[in-house]
């Protein structure tokens, strides 16, 4: 397919740079520490893993003196995906044993610092799992969506003396160097780098990743292409390529066929009922979690939905809902419901059933170690139904319910920014919820990273399309003024104060950046 290339270039070319090595001993200590009074915590395993969550330079500087990895987990308790690393892979034995051969190292996202050293080593989203040379060098990011054997054969290879994906990826791109210089393990490390090969046929994964990249690019207008057809048929009618790729063939199914393939064309009719025979295989697949199961079945409702109006036949109807009560019924483990229930309630919501969907999640609400998400998924289905009034009550218990200060300013940006769509003309209650959000901010140069520096951009993006209405202009110029006061308790050189300064005024945001 000619978008690998592009993919493997779009890898490289990334904004941000490469994590950089950890600072010596000596240097001074940006501290991870996750046992923080009033931050909720969760272990990131069932197992007897010794995570390190005190200090992530000092795990680096006892890996340099032990020659041995570092394993560096960057999560949040309530992700789903997080939550589904912890039942499928943190939780098996021989992960439990591999990990007393590198230093483990958890950092929740609420944690002192986190993301501040989320920004020093290049991560975003959550979950993040990032494997490292004793000497600090990444040698590979583990895809948290692939299943946990898979998961496992990259992990050894990564421990096993694999070169740094960085360095393979150079020799990859090399005109000079050919595939040739590639091994099995190269194209393996390459293909399962959490960018998102197969040995029979080298770059599947990496030319699915690719089409599933351009199909979702920005402004994209379909492209039939025969040739890519051909290919996905062939890759989804192999159950072997199926399995291996269940991730991409499970989440991308329209977008992939809706790009590749004309509306109504005999092209798309043969793409769509050779990849539902694929999905409708994985969902019956046991050797797949059940979350994965799912997915595969939310796939096939998206597939199901490309070209038709109106309600679905009846049959995937009944599949969708016995699916989801199988998943509900033989799901206990705590973990593995964070993400079960929030893919049933997604396949459920995506067939149109949601008052079903509803049931289900505030079922949950009682069951569930951090029911603030479910309230997010609540909130968007009575935004589908058109019902504001609910929908901003459910985003506002779900803020108000919120625990830990990165996830509750997620959560409370999420808040403000529904309170501008669906009550813009509330202007009371608009300047309310973003005062709380920024009166909760702590006054410290960590604060302003990464994912929560974002989210305070997000919030000033809306909130400052909003205070162009006259009405709402001297609330807006309070909130500004509100913030103003806490980036002022910043040190005056530091950059994190020109940041917080700008998060409210997304043009002096830009500049910053």
């Known amino acids: 397919m000619p978008f690998v290339a592009a993919a493997l270039l779009g890898a490289c070319s990334r904004p941000a740079e490469p994590p950089k090595p950890p600072p010596s001993p000596e240097r001074a200590v940006d501290s991870a520490a996750s046992a923080a009074t009033g931050v909720p915590q969760a272990e990131p395993s069932h197992g007897s893993i010794a995570w390190r969550k005190d ?15 570092v394993f560096l987990y960057w999560g949040a308790v309530w992700c789903p995906p997080c939550n589904q690393v912890k039942a499928t892979i943190f939780n098996r034995q021989d992960f439990v044993e591999r990990a007393r051969f590198f230093i483990p190292v958890y950092l929740d996202g609420d944690s002192p610092s986190a993301q501040k050293l989320g920004a020093r080593f290049n991560v975003s989203g959550y979950p993040t799992m990032i494997l490292f040379t004793p000497d ?5 990011r583990l895809p948290g969506e692939v299943d946990a054997d898979q998961y496992m054969r990259v992990l050894a290879l990564g421990m096993s003396g694999a070169r740094p994906v960085k360095d393979t990826l150079a020799a990859a791109l090399s005109p000079s160097a050919g595939r040739g210089k590639l091994n099995a393990d190269d194209w393996r490390m ?7 090969v197969d040995e029979q046929q080298r770059v599947t994964r990496l ?16 492209t039939p292409d025969t040739a890519a057809v051909s290919r996905m048929v062939t890759v989804v009618g192999d159950a072997r390529l199926a399995r291996e790729n269940f991730d991409t063939l499970a989440e991308f199914p329209a977008e992939i066929t809706g790009f590749i393939t004309a509306p109504g064309s005999p092209e798309r009719a043969k793409l769509v009922a050779a990849w539902t025979t694929a999905l409708d295989r994985l969902t019956n697949d046991e050797s797949l979690s059940t979350a994965d199961r799912l997915a595969a079945i939310v796939g096939e409702v998206q597939l199901a939905k490309l070209d038709t109006k109106g309600a679905l036949p009846a049959p ?3 599949k969708v809902r016995a699916e989801v009560a199988r998943a509900d019924r033989v799901t206990n483990d705590p973990y593995a419901r964070q993400s079960v229930i929030s ?4 396949a459920l919501t995506e067939a149109g059933l949601l ?9 949950e609400l009682k069951r569930s170690h951090s029911p603030y998400y479910f309230m997010v998924d609540l909130a968007e289905n009575a935004k589908k139904r058109g019902d504001k009034a609910v929908a901003l009550d459910w985003y506002a218990q779900s803020y108000a319910a919120a625990e830990g200060p990165a996830t509750r300013l997620q959560w409370g940006v999420r808040y403000v920014s529904a309170l501008t ?4 003309q509330d202007t009371a209650r608009v300047e309310q919820g973003a005062r709380s959000v920024i009166g909760e901010l702590e006054p410290t140069p960590d604060t302003f990273y990464e994912r929560n520096l974002r989210g305070l951009e997000r919030m000033g993006t809306k909130l400052s399309a909003w205070g162009k209405d006259p009405a709402h202009a001297a609330a807006l110029a309070r909130l500004r003024g509100q913030l103003s006061s806490v980036c002022a308790k910043l040190p005056p050189g530091d950059p994190a104060r020109a940041k917080c300064n700008g998060a409210l005024r997304p043009h002096v945001a830009a500049n910053v950046a």
């Open 55 to 69: 200090d992530v330079d000092a795990a680096f500087a006892d890996a340099r003196v032990q020659r041995v990895p």
């Open 136 to 140: 600090g060098r990444e040698i590979t």
């Open 190 to 196: 390459l293909s399962y780098y959490s960018w998102e």
């Open 207 to 222: 030319e699915l990743h690719a089409l599933s990249a351009a199909a979702r690019a920005k402004g994209v207008k379909p």
């Open 316 to 318: 995937l109807l009944d």
């Open 343 to 346: 893919t049933a309630a997604d």
């Open 355 to 363: 008052d079903e969907s509803d049931a289900l999640l505030k079922a």
């Open 421 to 424: 769509e669906l009550a813009p």
